[in-house]
């Protein structure tokens, strides 16, 4: 397996502009989560989905931020308006719930806010 | 709430020498416990866990972390440090049961410098 991949691996944009990161979850997997890392903050959970449905949105900082997951291989994360204080890492995590437990984490999107 | 602590943002050994890094946590019933690895401008790598069982438990690259249920540790042990080994660490607990959503809750990670 491939493992998690994200895209794009890098962003850079200006603020006010709308930013969506992409994810595919490991085959199989049935739970998927969105983090972000920063210096100041740390590892952060935006969001989890289970079975594709939203389960605990609680870390999802403002409506500026949305996330979906249309089907067990694909989810985004939109930021519209992105703002510099947006500028972090952003990781997707799939994992198998109930059997495995360990999260696999993708490479990251490194996003820069101008 | 559930939480873990991580004391030291910093830990350095000088390779071939025993290394530890500390981790503690906090929940309110039996843990499930994770140890991550973060190399530069990479994602986070699963190390080992503690599920339940035996509470030493072995993982990737030679590591072992010992859970101690009085004490609510779980420290990340290597008998013999490689420079390789020079990353990131993180601690990561989440409530064991027997259904439902469980919030996994990441410490702030632990530098570990391996010195030559």
């Known amino acids: 397996d491939a493992g998690v991949i994200q895209s794009p691996r890098h962003e850079v944009t200006e603020m006010g502009q709308e930013v969506t990161l992409r994810c595919k979850p490991i085959?199989?997997?049935?739970?998927l989560f969105w983090y972000r890392q920063t210096m100041m903050r740390g590892l952060e959970l935006l969001i989890y989905?289970?079975?594709?449905?939203?389960?605990?949105d609680s870390g999802m900082p403002e409506d500026r931020f949305s996330a979906k997951m249309p089907n067990a291989s694909f989810s985004t994360l939109k930021i519209q308006p992105s703002e510099p204080r947006d500028s972090a890492v952003y990781f997707c995590?799939?994992?198998?719930?109930?059997?495995?437990?360990?999260?696999?984490f993708g490479p990251g999107t490194r996003l820069l806010v101008l | 709430a559930q939480s873990v602590a991580q004391p030291e943002d910093q830990v350095n050994v000088a390779e071939g020498n025993p290394l530890t890094v500390k981790c503690t946590y906090s929940?309110?019933?039996?843990?499930?416990l994770f140890w991550y690895v973060q190399y530069p401008n990479r994602g986070l790598q699963f190390l080992l866990k503690?599920?339940?069982?035996?509470?030493l438990v072995k993982g990737s690259y030679g590591f072992e972390a010992e859970f101690n249920k009085s004490q609510t540790s779980f420290h990340l042990k290597k008998p013999s440090a490689l420079v390789s080994d020079s990353a990131l660490y993180f601690c990561?607990?989440?409530?064991?049961?027997?259904?439902?959503?469980?919030?996994?809750?990441f410490g702030t990670g632990t530098k570990l410098q391996v010195i030559p």
């Open positions: 995590a799939s994992t198998l719930t109930g059997l495995e437990e360990t999260q696999y």
């Open positions: 085959s199989g997997h049935n739970s």
């Open positions: 989905f289970n079975n594709n449905v939203p389960i605990d």
């Open positions: 929940v309110s019933g039996n843990p499930y």
């Open positions: 503690y599920i339940t069982g035996d509470n």
């Open positions: 990561a607990v989440r409530e064991s049961n027997s259904g439902g959503y469980q919030k996994v809750t």
